[in-house]
């Protein structure tokens, strides 16, 4: 009878490598785990794992961000998020992950479109949120309004809060893996963008389980159209299709946005 490998021992390995040192060590659990199970050797096991976590956390990204070097510009702009340099850093910032550059093009309109008529806008919870939060300055919310930011590298939300400190916005950012937990924090508005279908990769049918676990008034879910290497393979339709048949078993209401980059829903959940 074989043994499976060491789940502790992979994670051990994993972690102990650079490109995944930074990451979610519950994440990196969970995906150990499950591989573990399906595999005969530690090599085996710690190269699947590794896999899967490059799909989950590293698709969008082509290179490691060089946070010191952006904390030391960030320092040095100044504290005015609106100021010329300041949204030049952020917009130059925002073309480093796959998810938010694709978003440049139509980025005012983009959040124009999906929040103006459900204002004032006071707290966002923007889960998976990537580079996101440097589109604050593009987000036609109130000065004041709390922005929960959460995602799965260490860094990363390192990176963020200071971001949040230094043009001295009410915001807030820290760890958080979606496959084993939801942030319970209360937000009139939560953003999910581009995230979902990264995530059924890992668990199947994890939608439902992660929009009924938001504690959001309004949800903004939004999908890719291409991959990222620019084709459309039919993704419109697949996921119109399959999460508006997900929205009506909820009996949750929506409305649809389609831009040229991506497809967006504003659920009402009128919670």
Known sequence: MSTLPDVDEVIRQVLGKKKYQHLDAD???FIAGAEVKKRTSLKE?????TNKLHQVAWAYWNDQPAYSAHAKELANLPPDIHAGDSRAFCFRLMQEHASTRERLPILSDFYHALLDDIQPVNSILDLACGFNPL??????IDPTAAYTACDIFQDMTDFLQAFFDHFQKNGKAGLCNLLTRIPQEKAQVALLLKTLPCLEQTEKDSARRILTGIDARSLIVSFPVRSIGGKEKGMLAHYSSQFESLLSDLGWDYKKFLFESELAYRVERGN
């Open 135 to 140: 589109a604050l300055g593009w987000m036609p």
């Open 45 to 49: 096991a710690v190269k699947a794992t």
């Open 27 to 29: 994440l990196v659990a």
